[in-house]
């Protein structure tokens, strides 16, 4: 059986090597390499992101992560190159900032495999109808940075959209990537029914 693909994108502030450390519960059965944001993170010198935050409201967020949307899928076509696949043979996985892009990517019709977004949001407030995507929503009950209503308002856009939406909730993780999360993951990639999130 071939090996999935995972192409991880890590939060604000964090970085690829992180990302790379919180995922490995999933090479068991999927490689993963995971990218770095483009742009340094003001407050941390080891830090990277996808899009500034600094004076980020809900108005000038969706702005900032459309800007966002070419630089990643650059990255993203060069990893497809690389390793002789298309775009959407990736497994799209994203944490925060880096579920925003996720999650951006599929409402703007720029991805159609398999995706995860973990503590995410959806910055667009519409989502367009196109080729239906795949997708993961993963949310920890007690997030105290993104409120878990964020991913079933996502869920329920993207549902609208024609996507098709699994959720899961996990317990105890916070705004972070634990052992549930990843147990979820690979459920999930395994082919396991989850309960449809929208």
């Known amino acids: 059986m071939t090996r999935q693909l995972i192409v991880a994108l890590h939060g604000?502030?964090?970085?690829?090597?992180?990302?790379?450390?919180?995922?490995?519960?999933?090479t068991a059965q999927s490689?993963?390499?995971?990218?770095?944001?483009?742009?340094?993170?003001?407050?941390?010198?080891?830090?990277?992101?996808?899009?500034?935050?600094?004076?980020?409201?809900?108005?000038?967020?969706?702005?900032?992560v459309q800007a966002a949307i070419p630089k990643l899928l650059e990255m993203l076509d060069r990893v497809a190159q690389d390793h002789g696949v298309r775009r959407d043979d990736l497994v799209l996985t994203g944490f925060s900032q880096g579920a925003i892009m996720t999650l951006a990517l599929i409402a703007g019709g720029h991805f159609h495999g398999r995706a995860v977004a973990i503590a995410g949001r959806l910055?667009?407030?519409?989502a367009a109808q196109t080729q239906p995507a795949n997708l993961l929503l993963v949310h920890d009950r007690d997030d105290p940075v993104m409120?878990?209503?964020?991913?079933?308002?996502?869920?329920?856009a993207l549902s609208h959209a024609g996507h098709q939406v699994h959720g899961a909730w996990t317990t105890g993780v916070g705004h972070g990537v634990g052992e549930a999360t990843t147990t979820i993951i690979n459920r999930w990639l395994a082919g396991a029914n989850l309960q449809n999130a929208a």
Request: avoid cysteine.
């Open 147 to 156: 409120p878990p209503t964020l991913s079933v308002e996502a869920g329920a």
């Open 12 to 26: 604000v502030g964090s970085n690829a090597r992180d990302m790379t450390s919180a995922l490995k519960p999933l």
């Open 123 to 126: 910055a667009a407030e519409t």
């Open 31 to 64: 490689d993963v390499i995971a990218l770095d944001g483009p742009e340094p993170f003001h407050a941390n010198s080891l830090g990277r992101q996808w899009f500034s935050v600094a004076g980020v409201t809900e108005a000038n967020r969706p702005g900032r």
